[in-house]
């Protein structure tokens, strides 16, 4: 299984060939990108949806131009998402839970009896009518739970629930195919998006493929194919 986090389904993998799903005909999704989890450093900072982005040399993705080795865009609509098992160290999540409430319950006091007819020897009555009786019920109130038990109860998947968000924040989904808005405005289609220092950090200009060095290709993370509606460059991802 993949992390923690909520989704709509899961399907477990066979236990004989590791296979989820097999399909003969096309996987339809609606995102745009591949994207892979990947670790942050400790010192990078909140990731931005179409932001630049460095790899260092411990892999793990950095904000600081000093310490990339490698280049790339986070994603901002994946259809794939891999290296899902950042979250596995924390386990399964609680079983989910719902508050009791006070109700009402209906105790039986005396069962239903039915009708007896009355019994002559002749004209002689042995044993008179009795008529029929319904049961009869009281009202019993059931308390439900208290603000601290509900608290009690609660408490296990709220922790649970703050440690992967924990964790959560030291991942991001970098793009690693398809196509990427990135945070880049002023670029032309054909143009590269390569990262330029910007003090200690990473930014991005545009860069016209006959102007291009060896290095910046190489450093480039994708080639413009369209200026999006709010003026950001649309990428097709390039894999270092």
């Not at 002749?122 to 009281?138: D, E, N, Q, S």
């Not at 200690?200 to 190489?218: K, P, S």
């Amino acid at each position: 299984m993949g992390s923690a986090s909520a989704c709509s389904a899961s399907i477990n993998a066979s236990t004989i060939t590791g296979r989820s799903i097999n399909v003969s005909g096309t996987i339809n999704a609606g995102g745009a990108d591949y994207a892979e989890y990947m670790f942050k450093a400790p010192d990078c900072t909140v990731i931005e949806p179409g932001q630049l982005i460095g790899i260092g040399a411990d892999g793990k993705l950095t904000d600081r131009w000093a310490e990339a080795i490698s280049f790339a865009v986070k994603s901002t609509d994946p259809c794939m998402v891999g290296g899902d098992k950042w979250s596995q160290r924390l386990g399964p999540r609680p079983p989910s839970v719902t508050r009791t409430p006070g109700s009402v319950a209906s105790q039986l006091v005396s069962e239903a009896q039915a009708a007896v007819e009355a019994v002559y020897d002749g004209l002689t009555l042995i044993t008179p009518a009795i008529p029929a009786k319904a049961a009869v019920y009281r009202e019993v109130p059931l308390a439900g739970d208290t603000d601290e038990e509900w608290a009690a109860r609660q408490a296990p998947g709220l922790a649970f629930d703050a440690a992967l968000e924990a964790l959560r924040q030291t991942v991001d989904r970098i793009a690693f195919a398809g196509q990427v808005p990135c945070n880049i405005q002023g670029a032309v289609p054909g143009q590269f998006i390569v990262p330029v220092q910007h003090g200690d950090g990473i930014a991005g200009t545009a860069i016209n493929e006959e102007d291009l060095t060896l290095q910046q290709y190489m450093r480039a993370i994708g080639k413009v194919i369209a200026i999006e509606d709010d003026g950001r460059a649309r990428v097709i991802v390039k894999v270092a």
